[in-house]
T-cell receptor, first 110, second 114 residues
Framework: DAKTTQPTSMDCAEGRAANLPCNHS???????VYWYRQIHSQGPQYIIH???NNETNEMASLIITEDRKSSTLILPHATLRDTAVYYC???????????FGAGTILRVKS | GAGVSQTPSNKVTEKGKYVELRCDPI?????LYWYRQSLGQGPEFLIY????????DSGLPNDRFFAVRPEGSVSTLKIQRTERGDSAVYLC????????????FGPGTRLTVL
């Protein structure tokens, strides 16, 4: 699985969009980009994933650059409950596991 | 519907003891995973089951760790001769189909080895 690089922490004002970047410059053609988040004392929660195209669901949007070397997770209107550690993961099409890095601590402030 | 459940939520044991951690996956999910998370770090893969068989156990740190899933549903992670370094949160996840399907995580079992 390709290694991903994320900032250690970010702050975001409540109600504003939170844009979380991720670099995955060594990603291969069959690797998907997954985003999970982990709220304190809970298990990780799936957010979204994509391969080449941008994706949107009820939680977030995922923007993947054309060369697939980086991506951005967008929470359009962050709330205090979005404070969590966000993990960007590159997982092979036939991979058996998620390889978590340290993630980005997102703090949403009122 | 019910999510992944794990019992106990907390387990305190003494060095050298044997412990069992239980995971109840989402009903109908064929794939089950165990991860371990140390303080301040992301979860670390331990083992993956597809049905009853362990399809990938490459993450188990040593032979003190063993996991079973005899009927393809509930799984038990077993740790023999526990060491203080085994202290961590043990997370279980399940997915409906084979990887890389979305994984749904339980709340974890916090294991403390004194």
């Amino acid at each position: 699985d390709a290694k991903t690089t994320q900032p250690t922490s970010m702050d975001c004002a409540e109600g504003r969009a939170a844009n979380l970047p991720c670099n995955h410059s060594t990603i291969s053609g069959n690797e998907y980009v997954y985003w999970y988040r982990q709220i304190h004392s809970q298990g990780p929660q799936y957010i979204i994933h994509g391969l080449k195209n941008n994706e949107t669901n009820e939680m977030a949007s995922l923007i993947i650059t054309e060369d697939r070397k980086s991506s951005t997770l967008i929470l359009p209107h962050a709330t205090l409950r979005d404070t969590a550690v966000y993990y960007c993961i590159a997982e092979a099409e036939y991979g058996n596991k998620l390889v978590f890095g340290a993630g980005t601590i997102l703090r949403v402030k009122s | 519907g019910a999510g992944v459940s794990q019992t106990p939520s907390n387990k305190v044991t003494e060095k050298g003891k044997y412990v069992e951690l239980r995971c109840d996956p989402i009903s109908g999910h064929t794939a089950l995973y165990w991860y371990r998370q140390s303080l301040g770090q992301g979860p670390e893969f331990l083992i993956y089951f597809q049905g009853t068989g362990a399809a990938d156990d490459s993450g188990l740190p040593n032979d003190r760790f063993f996991a079973v899933r005899p009927e393809g549903s509930v799984s038990t992670l077993k740790i023999q001769r526990t060491e203080r370094g085994d202290s961590a949160v043990y997370l279980c996840a399940s997915s409906l189909q084979k990887p890389p399907d979305t994984q749904y995580f339980g709340p974890g079992t916090r294991l403390t080895v004194l």
